[in-house]
């Protein structure tokens, strides 16, 4: 890539990175109910307030732009990027931090309280062993310092847009998008690859079933898979999976829910 063409699209990347005026906050988050419910490994799926979240919500079709995984305190006393600890740079909240891919910036690991004014989804994977768990965790954070992979974005946007003028999209389940290297990594592919190494299932593929299979009552899928490549998983996948449970840590269930104490007015709250 020439210099004139980096510059050209660091122009670009900045002012697709700019908020966004049209932003809807569907619910405040009660970040101390929110910091006792998560824990390390869940997925936290992000609606971004950014341009790029954006044009990301449109091609993938869903709320959701951007994907963290959430690992507590286990970098708490370790050593950040710039040479610090992470309870040095970000005191108590070192203790609830998400590692995460940015455009821009890369892979890092930064607050969960960044996004007390955003839309936000806990994912939680069911039944995944403890020693696997661990591993996808440490997998993460080993990512740590890597580069964005802006190209992938751009692969995954074409392969949406190839379902409108074509029946049949061009790339096959293991098709490797982006620039496909041990350096560069999108928010969503890199939390993917992690829960794959151990063979964990997201969003794979169906074998098609024949007349002799016996539907397995253990498996959610009714049938054999086949993994899809990490780099073709988005943000929303993980909110579609049958494997990842919804969170709702808003309703803890510590008080009943008076839902007709919420309204505004009586009128709204019985309409016809």
């Known amino acids: 890539m020439s210099s004139f063409s980096r510059y050209l699209r660091k122009i670009v990347l900045t002012k697709l990175d700019r908020p966004s005026r049209h932003y809807q906050q569907r619910a405040y988050n009660n970040v101390e109910k929110l ?60 203790n609830h931090l998400v590692v995460e891919a940015y455009s821009g910036k890369g892979v890092v690991a930064e607050p969960l309280e960044k996004y007390k004014d955003h839309n936000i989804r806990l994912c939680r994977p069911f039944g995944i062993r403890p020693e696997d768990l661990k591993q ?11 580069h964005y992979d802006d190209q992938n974005i751009l692969d995954i946007a074409m392969m949406a847009l190839q379902t ?38 997201i969003v794979p593929e169906l074998l098609p079933p024949t007349d002799g299979d016996a539907y397995d009552v253990n498996n959610p899928y009714g049938g054999g898979l086949i993994m899809r490549h990490y780099s ?34 009586a009128s709204d709250s019985l309409q016809q």
């Not at 869903?62 to 005191?91: E, I, M, Q, R, T």
């Not at 996808?136 to 890597?146: A, D, E, F, H, P």
């Open 35 to 94: 910091y006792k419910v998560v824990k390390p490994g869940d997925v936290v799926l992000v609606e971004g307030r950014s341009e790029m979240s954006r044009i990301i919500k449109l091609f993938s079709s869903s709320h959701w732009s951007h994907a963290a995984l959430y690992v507590g305190d286990y970098l708490k006393n370790k050593l950040a990027l710039d040479g610090k600890p992470y309870k040095f740079s970000y005191g108590e909240n070192s």
């Open 136 to 146: 996808v965790i440490q997998t993460v954070i080993n990512r740590l310092g890597m």
């Open 164 to 201: 409108i003028w074509r029946r049949e999209s061009t790339y096959t389940t293991k098709a490797c998008l982006g620039n496909c290297n041990d350096f560069e990594v999108i928010c969503s592919g890199m939390i993917a690859q992690a829960f794959q190494s151990v063979g964990y299932p």
């Open 232 to 265: 073709q998983i988005t943000p929303k996948d993980f909110d579609l999976s049958p494997n990842f449970e919804i969170i709702k840590y808003n309703l803890d269930g510590s008080v009943p829910f008076d839902y007709k104490s919420l309204w505004s007015s």
